[in-house]
């Protein structure tokens, strides 16, 4: 039956979104990615070892099409370096498909990347150094290079006018040119390794779609680092919201039949930014080390907190959440009590929504907490009627509080570790 599954971050990423993408990938036709880059990362355990995915749908190890939609960056040598992973795997290549209008990162994307940061000084993002801001800034600029323009004649001088204009600027600020030729001649060997990959992928996406197939979109990034409904500047450079899925991958609005918002039990956060329910003590390390919170993609230390039902809400409503999966319940588990947010305290008024009346007042908020205990093991549970009262009624308490029910519920790091409701 033609399905158009989409599964979202709903707080600053790494809520384990793969882990649902790949389940929901086992009924599905075709994997999608519409937004952001290899910016993104997340681990996939496959015939026994670790493949970390930034670009590629990891739907692709169901041997199903997996789709790079137009929305994505696709920087060539992190794309060629998965392939050449998934080679050794004897994965199905064949089934990958690369949108003609997606856009390149070029190494000068990364040098801008890294320079913008620096010259941010205090304000600095914190962004993973990947290029995905500068790329995503060249193409709102109307200078940014896309697939289908490896193909064209003209493409060499427009990525020499690009490489000149970059390095005119990297001197101004006493940095050293890049080599001009190199790039070229790198591009050129990736245009053609590219090749077979390279589609339109909106008309292959609606064409599946008219044959009843399934599509799994796998976002990206999270709702509060959209960078129009996020915690704008701290954001990235795209809407990894479900607007961002529409314009990443030409489907229409009505051709998306579930919207799957993810979270964990708790909140983590990599880069600056605010960060309300931050536990910036013991109880942030704790929870650090037992979610094992460290960045697949940068390896940082991630921060960590309580679980903010106020920003949940919000997340929920602007994606039109119709089902939540809940991550890492075993690891909230284990921490004996836990805190849920419910409300912001902002000059006497108390906020149950996430409103723009907060923004830049996020350090001089009260957090109205409700406290739970938290003490049972479900590892690797199965079935949510087995679940400890204690766990159940923790998944209750987010139900009521977002209004929307709980379908997924993560109680271990295998892929496996999961309740369907
Ligand atoms: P950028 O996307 O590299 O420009 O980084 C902008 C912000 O988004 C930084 O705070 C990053 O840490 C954050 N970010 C980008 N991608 C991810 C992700 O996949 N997971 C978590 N945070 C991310």
Not at 133 to 154: E, F, H, Q, T, W
Not at 396 to 414: N, R
């Amino acid at each position: 039956m033609k399905k158009v599954q989409v599964v979202l971050g709903l707080n600053y990423g790494d809520e384990g979104k793969g882990k649902v993408s790949t389940f929901l990938a086992g009924n599905s036709d075709i994997a999608l990615r519409c937004t952001g880059g290899n910016n993104a990362g997340h681990t996939v355990e496959f015939n026994g070892e670790k493949i970390v995915f930034h670009l590629i749908p990891s739907g692709i190890l169901n041997n199903i099409d997996a789709v790079i939609g137009n929305g994505v960056v696709i920087d060539p040598k992190v794309l060629f370096e998965e392939i050449e992973v998934l080679s050794k795997h004897n994965v199905d290549l064949s089934k990958l498909h690369i949108s003609t209008r997606a856009h390149l990162i070029f190494p000068y994307h990364i040098v801008e990347d890294k320079l913008q940061e620096m010259l941010k000084g205090d304000d600095k993002v914190g962004t993973t150094a990947r290029g995905i801001g500068p790329c995503y800034m060249d193409k709102a600029n109307r200078i940014g290079l896309r697939v289908i323009d490896m193909y064209s004649d003209d493409f060499e001088r427009k990525l020499r006018r690009n490489i000149d204009n970059k390095n005119k600027v990297f001197q101004l600020f006493g940095l050293d040119k890049l080599d001009e030729n190199k790039i070229v001649s790198d591009y050129l060997e990736y245009r053609d390794k590219m090749k077979p990959y390279v589609m339109d992928t909106v008309s292959f996406l609606h064409d599946a779609m008219d044959l009843e197939k399934s599509i799994i979109c796998e976002g990206a990034q999270a709702t509060m680092l959209d960078m129009d409904l996020g915690d704008y500047p701290m954001v990235t450079s795209s809407n990894p919201t479900i607007g961002g899925i529409q314009t990443g991958s030409g489907l229409g609005a009505g051709d998306i039949t579930d919207i799957y918002g993810v979270c964990k039990a708790y909140a983590s956060r990599v880069g600056e930014g605010p960060f309300i329910t931050e536990q910036n003590n013991e109880i942030g390390d704790t929870i650090r080390e037992l979610g094992h919170e460290y960045g697949a993609t940068t390896k940082r230390p991630r921060r960590c907190g309580w679980i903010d039902l106020v920003a949940l809400k919000y997340a929920v409503r602007v994606n039109g959440v119709t089902g939540l999966a809940l991550n890492h319940l075993d690891t909230i588990g284990k921490l004996g009590k836990a805190k849920l947010c419910v409300g912001y305290k902002l000059n006497g008024k108390i906020y149950t929504e996430y409103s723009d009346d907060i923004l830049g007042h996020e350090s001089e908020l009260e957090l109205e907490y409700k406290e739970l205990d938290t003490n049972f093991e479900i590892a690797g549970l199965r079935n949510y009627n087995v679940l400890p009262e204690e766990a159940k009624k923790y998944v209750e308490v987010i139900e009521s509080h977002l209004g929307i029910p709980v379908k997924f519920i993560g109680t271990g790091p295998d892929n496996d570790d999961m309740i369907i409701r």
